[in-house]
T-cell receptor
Framework: SQQGEEDPQALSIQEGENATMNCSYKTSINNLQWYRQNSGRGLVHLILIRSNEREKHSGRLRVTLDTSKKSSSLLITASRAADTASYFCAANSGYALNFGKGTSLLVTP | KAGVTQTPRYLIKTRGQQVTLSCSPISGHRSVSWYQQTPGQGLQFLFEYFSETQRNKGNFPGRFSGRQFSNSRSEMNVSTLELGDSALYLC??????????????FGPGTRLLVL
């Protein structure tokens, strides 16, 4: 069953703009992970945030986690055309990742 | 290190047949998990293996099974294929040995089409 739910489902922006995606989950977690997928290919791990962390940065990525609201957000700054992909949050609450349905991001030149 | 590899990459089967998919994890990784991705249901967890033992299983019928070998390579099998089994099957490996999962490294997937 889906635990993570991303919002929005689709996002279209221009190069240089920031993209923000939100994710909600249902149960307690050990950590929350964000992945990227290009055109139905394998998933690429972007960033992991632990349940006792509130914010984490990695390059142009910033992730926040609010365990009281069971929500997370992914911010991509200064987006590039190469960032065009689907982005998934995955809640880890044991020996499984529970994925949301993803946000489809389109970055146009 | 070489990444996670999956074979075959594409597969076409007919209803009622069975299929076996293979996954080789990153060298040194002992945890292997499988996921099914479809447009309607999204990414769903199938099962996870660690040191040849299944530690967790998703909500899939018994037609879906898997195993892991002593070298950590894993296979999943789907028997009596149905049209709804058409999907991208993804394998992921991790170096995690404890209860808390860390980063999962995904393979390119096997795209199965059932006719």
């Amino acid at each position: 069953s889906q635990q993570g739910e991303e919002d929005p489902q689709a996002l279209s922006i221009q190069e240089g703009e920031n993209a923000t995606m939100n994710c909600s989950y249902k149960t307690s977690i050990n950590n929350l992970q964000w992945y990227r997928q290009n055109s139905g290919r394998g998933l690429v791990h972007l960033i992991l945030i632990r349940s006792n962390e509130r914010e984490k940065h990695s390059g142009r990525l910033r992730v926040t986690l609010d365990t009281s609201k069971k929500s997370s957000s992914l911010l991509i700054t200064a987006s590039r055309a190469a960032d065009t992909a689907s982005y998934f949050c995955a809640a880890n609450s044991g020996y499984a990742l529970n994925f949301g349905k993803g946000t489809s991001l389109l970055v146009t030149p | 290190k070489a990444g996670v590899t999956q074979t075959p990459r594409y597969l076409i089967k007919t209803r009622g047949q069975q299929v076996t998919l293979s996954c080789s994890p990153i060298s040194g990784h002992r945890s292997v998990s499988w996921y099914q991705q479809t447009p309607g249901q999204g990414l769903q967890f199938l099962f996870e293996y660690f040191s040849e033992t299944q530690r967790n299983k998703g909500n899939f019928p018994g037609r879906f099974s898997g195993r892991q070998f002593s070298n950590s390579r894993s296979e999943m099998n789907v028997s009596t294929l149905e049209l709804g089994d058409s999907a991208l099957y993804l394998c992921a490996s991790s170096s995690t040995s404890g209860e808390v999962w860390e980063t999962q490294y995904f393979g390119p997937g096997t795209r199965l089409l059932v006719l």
